[in-house]
């Protein structure tokens, strides 16, 4: 299990960033009754970078969110935007963008007008309508009636809402629901430009290969508990390419790889006479088997790929 902590990266304390945009939690738990939702849950989530907030449907994600939007109240720990709660926040509106669930929409209402039902709560002009509705790409359509917008346009009008503050943090639920590929690649442009921006985006899925090409860093969860958090390329590390390979003489074959490729392989369970070896191609092997007279009998490139590192993570398969 990999921990928060002050290990050099982005999961450093830095004290050089901007505090006003770390979203910080430590120690959080919720209990709904006799479930344990969320345990003992620290992380932290810094500015200027896209986070992803992973893990399997159930896995506490969006009970984390809601604790730190202050909208359930935690068992124990605490989750701050920086240093503060939500509800100590002075314009919270104008601090943090978030979108939870799938916004509801008045059918009669045009895509602007959504908006300038909101901006007053949010004490910004008008105008800030129009330029939030130009960044996600819905100008076009802006005096359109929300009734006849596709479920992926809704999406855009939902995250246009979240940003009406112009807020310096951003924390979006499952954001790709209902994107087609094109929506997807627009939504992974415009998070990535938020966040060199020097914003703080967190965005949860629970499919890793949605959000794989957006994000610099993640957080996995799974049963409530911190199972991984490091930026994407501590998670590709865990990745490995080899070959799974088996010979009907067990012991010559386990020789070999003592030999050849020590620290570097593993018996097969259950399958005796069968070994992966780690970073190395099938071509190889069959040479070195060739050469040391080992007779084989399979020989099979095999790769642990990301979406492999993160089900055996969260539990999803057997490791």
Known sequence: MT????????????????????????????SFGTVRAVDDLSFRVLPGRVTGFLGPNGAGK???LRMLLGLVRPTAGSATIGGRLYQDLQRPQRVVG???????????????????????????????????LALVGLDQVAH??????????????????TLLGDPRV?????????????????????????????????????????VQQTVDDVVIIARGRLVHASPLS????????????????????????????AGRWREVPGRPGALEVD?????????????????????????VGLEDVFLRLTGTVTA
Not at 236 to 261: F, H, I, Y
Not at 280 to 301: N, S
């Open 279 to 303: 970073d190395v191609d099938a071509p190889a092997v069959g040479r070195v088997a060739f050469a040391a007279g080992v007779e084989l009998h399979e020989l099979t490139p095999t790769v």
């Open 98 to 132: 978030a979108a939870l669930e799938a916004a509801s929409f008045h059918p009669g209402r045009t895509a602007r007008d959504h908006l300038r039902v909101y901006a007053p709560q949010v004490a910004v002009p008008d105008t800030r309508c129009d330029e939030v």
């Open 234 to 261: 501590g998670l590709a590390a865990l990745t490995r390419t080899g070959v799974r390979v088996a010979s009907p003489d067990a012991d010559a074959l386990r020789r070999l790889a003592d030999e050849v490729w």
């Open 170 to 210: 951003l924390v979006l639920d499952e954001p790709a629901n209902g994107l087609d590929p094109e929506g997807i690649r627009w939504l992974r442009d415009l998070l990535r430009h938020l966040a060199r921006e020097g914003r703080t985006v967190l965005v949860s899925s629970h499919v890793l290969s949605e």
């Open 144 to 161: 359109r009636r929300v009734g006849g917008f596709s479920l992926g346009m809704r999406q855009r009008l939902g995250l246009a809402t």
């Open 62 to 64: 969006t009970t984390t």
């Open 3 to 30: 921990q928060v902590g002050e290990a050099a990266g982005p999961w450093a304390v830095d004290r050089t960033v901007d505090d006003e945009g770390v979203v910080e939690v430590r120690g959080l738990s919720k």
